[in-house]
């Protein structure tokens, strides 16, 4: 019997009505239904300071980056919808990544919460080309973490008129290409799955 895949489903930004969360809420229930354990986080509810070297010197691992190293190691792959920031990724998620990518212990393998997983990104975005810049930006944020980002990235543009008011996207061609992404996720995690 083949594993139940593990995915840690994320959105790069800490706004509460963020269009990026609902992009990913609905990736994630798509994930599911392909047969995955799924686990939404919100990254407002681990607020971690911007990293500093020295802060982590005086101080150590900030509780909250424990627990995400936890959370993130624990899965097999992230679904991650990020906004795009001018051209590129939010600030809270690089600074998520760059606590998660730091050592707690010295005996820790390095990128332990990264290393040889598999993501599916996206991005909502009010821009034409739905996030697109950002999306090549992350993807190699990614591979310098040692995680395989899938092929199908999904961007989806001119994002205030892109939802219904069940938080659902209204064209079927997006929706579909969406759970596409979503499906192969849990497809490729399951069978690399120790």
């Known amino acids: 019997m083949s594993k139940t895949p593990k995915i840690l489903a994320f959105a790069g930004s800490t706004r509460k009505d963020s269009w990026n969360k609902k992009l990913l809420k609905q990736a994630a229930e798509a994930a599911?239904?392909?047969g995955a354990e799924v686990t939404v986080i919100d990254?407002?509810?681990y607020p971690l300071p911007l990293y500093d070297g020295d802060l982590e010197t005086a101080q150590g691992m900030p509780e909250n980056a424990k627990k995400l190293q936890k959370l993130f190691a624990e899965h097999d792959g992230f679904l991650i919808a990020s906004p795009d920031y001018n051209g590129s990724y939010?600030?809270?998620l690089k600074n998520t990544v760059d606590w998660l990518s730091r050592k707690d212990k010295e005996n820790d393998p390095p990128l332990e919460p990264f290393k040889g997983k598999i993501a599916a990104i996206m991005s909502a975005s009010p821009g034409v080309f739905?996030?697109?810049r950002g999306l090549e930006k992350l993807h190699d944020l990614l591979d310098t973490l040692q995680v395989m980002v899938l092929p199908e990235v999904v961007a989806v543009g001119s994002i205030r008129d892109a939802?219904?008011?069940a938080g659902k996207l209204k064209d079927p061609k997006t929706a579909k290409t969406l759970e596409t992404a979503a499906t192969r996720?849990?497809?490729v995690a399951r069978k690399l799955a120790p």
């Open 130 to 132: 739905g996030g697109l």
């Open 90 to 92: 939010s600030g809270v």
């Open 163 to 165: 939802f219904n008011e």
């Open 32 to 34: 599911h239904g392909a």
């Open 43 to 45: 990254l407002a509810d």
């Open 185 to 187: 996720l849990v497809t």
